[in-house]
């Protein structure tokens, strides 16, 4: 059977989705890293379990969501949602089916991280900021 997931391409959208560029995942992952390297990674379909998890704990994402997230199934979820609700009998205003989209809460889930990623990047150029500062006092 073909493998329909890419580990990749998953760690570039998910990299992508928190903003965050190729140089800056080669710094927070370790002075052997490059951009270039970052680049060869994300065209890789799989990627050593030990790398996936050191790439985990940076963007903070779950390992699993880099291996099992699949453009297609997400596809046929969204798409199982949709059709689900159009067999509603009777006058469809009346008709309410509440429907949790897992593609939603997983937005939602990567808006918080980047929103957390963007504070403590804040405060880590407010301590950047302080160390220079004691520096330039001496």
Do not use: C
């Amino acid at each position: 059977m073909e493998q329909k997931i890419h580990q990749g391409r998953n760690i570039k959208r998910f990299r992508e989705m928190l903003g965050i560029k190729q140089e800056a995942l080669a710094f927070d992952l370790g002075e052997d890293w490059n951009q270039k390297k970052i680049s060869l990674l994300e065209q890789k379909t799989v990627v050593e379990e030990a790398l996936l998890q050191k790439i985990s704990e940076v963007l903070n994402i779950p390992v699993e969501a880099f291996q099992n997230f699949d453009e297609e199934q997400a596809i046929n979820i969204i798409s199982n949602t949709v059709n689900n609700n159009d067999h509603a009998s009777g006058n469809s205003l009346f008709s309410y089916y509440p429907t949790v989209n897992p593609i939603e809460k997983w937005i939602e889930a990567l808006e918080e991280i980047k929103r957390l990623n963007a504070e403590l990047l804040k405060a880590k150029d407010e301590q950047i900021r302080l160390m220079e500062k004691l520096i330039q006092d001496k």
